[in-house]
C-alpha cells in the first residue's frame, strides 16, 4: 500500500509537532506515512498517497498561506483520495474548556466555524458534499497539542480522532 502523507503548514512550530504526532498513530496502526511541511519547496504528487492529512493552524483568522495554496491547486485529486483536514487554533482549545461559561463557548465555537468557513470558501473545498459522495474523507476539528496535552493529564489519550480515518 502507498504511504499516507501528512502535510502540514505551521509558523510555530506546533502543527509540526502534531503532524509528527499523527504520522506515529498511523504507523503504529500498519500504516505507512510520510511528513511534509508545506513550506519545504519539494513537488508533492498526490498519486504517491494512498490518503492525506492536512493539518495547518491559523493565525489571525487565517489558516496558513501554504495550505491554502496547497489546497486550491490539488483540490480535485483531495476530493477524490481519503483525506482529512486538521484546523489548529487556540479557540478550539477554548471551545473545549470545560469551565467556559455557556457565553465563551459560543463564542469559541462561532470562530472555530468562521475559521473553517473562510478555509472552505477561500480553497473551493466542500467537505459536505464529499462526505455526501460516500468517499472517506472526514473532516476533523482539531487535536491540539495543548488539548492533548490536558487529555493526558486526565488519561486520556487525546488520538480518537485517526479511528474516523
Ligand atoms: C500572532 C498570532 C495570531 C493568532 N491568531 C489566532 C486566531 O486568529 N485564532 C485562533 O484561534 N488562534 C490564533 N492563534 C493561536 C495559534 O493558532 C496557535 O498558537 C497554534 O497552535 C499555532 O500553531 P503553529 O505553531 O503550528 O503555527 C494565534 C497565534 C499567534 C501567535
Known sequence: MKPIGVFYATREGHTHKLAERVADDLRKRGFEADVKNLRDQDAINLSDYAGAILAASVHTGTHEPEMVAFVKQHRAELESMP???LSVTLSEV??????ATAEEHARFVADVQGMLNRFFEDTGLAPAARQAGGRRAALYQLPHPLRD???????RSGDGYLARL
Open 83 to 85: 483525506s482529512a483536514f
Open 94 to 99: 477554548g471551545a473545549e474548556r470545560a469551565n
Open 149 to 155: 496535552a490536558a487529555h493526558r493529564q486526565k488519561g
